[in-house]
């Protein structure tokens, strides 16, 4: 639920979801989280409100939409994307990524443990992918999850209500910045104790700010203005 300018309150946008997961499993993790509706690209996936329900079916797929919606040059994802394939035969990709720069990769999130046999069972599958659907497909595990990237998406996702006051104050500071600075420094200089951390994140999440190590970001993370950067 994203509020509004005026005080109101506005609900994501549902689901483009070729088929709906299941509402609960005794067997696995289901729900689902709020990401971009497709419609600002570039800002990272996170980046708008009130963005569009992204439903999950594991905890690992989970996990891989809020790193691929955390990305900046995420410009769409969709999740259970219908794909039909020999004889009337279908197949519902986990998630379909498409970037900033056009390039789209069907995405088929599995734990490995499962993967010697998903892999058997994608080949056919994947041979016939053109490039009206996609221009790859990649099988993703729990091995490509960094937990640096997992734990900054869960802040950019956390943090992603607009606070104007408090993000127009942000730019201000962040504006005539030079060099990298600690993100406590800036929180101070905008006056507005926690809500001014939070926009800040904002702009970390819209890759406007960006963060000199890779690290988890906390108020000591120094980070400089994208321009800035050679």
Known sequence: M??????????PQPSI???????????????????????????????????RVIQTESDLE????L???????????EEQVRFEYGTRQVHFFDLRLTRTD????AISVKMTKYLAKHLEEMRPIAAEVQPDFADAVRIWTERDVD??????????????????????????????????????????????????FRALVRLLAQDRLRPIRHERITPASLVRRKETEQ
Do not use: W
């Open 2 to 11: 994203h509020q509004t300018s005026n005080g109101g309150m506005s609900l």
């Open 17 to 51: 979801a070729g088929r709906n997961v299941a509402k609960r499993s005794k067997r696995h993790f289901v729900g689902h989280i709020v990401g971009n509706d497709g419609a600002v690209p570039g800002t990272g996936n996170f980046g708008v409100s009130p963005g």
């Open 62 to 65: 989970k996990k891989t939409a």
């Open 67 to 77: 790193i691929l919606g955390a990305r900046p040059d995420t410009a769409l994802l």
């Open 102 to 105: 056009g390039r789209c990769t």
């Open 147 to 196: 937990p640096v990237e997992l734990y900054n998406a869960r802040l950019f996702h956390a943090m992603r209500e607009a606070d104007p006051e408090a993000d127009i104050a942000a730019e201000t500071v962040v504006a005539p910045l030079l060099g990298a600075v600690p993100i406590r420094d800036l929180t101070d200089r905008i006056g507005l104790g926690a809500r001014g």
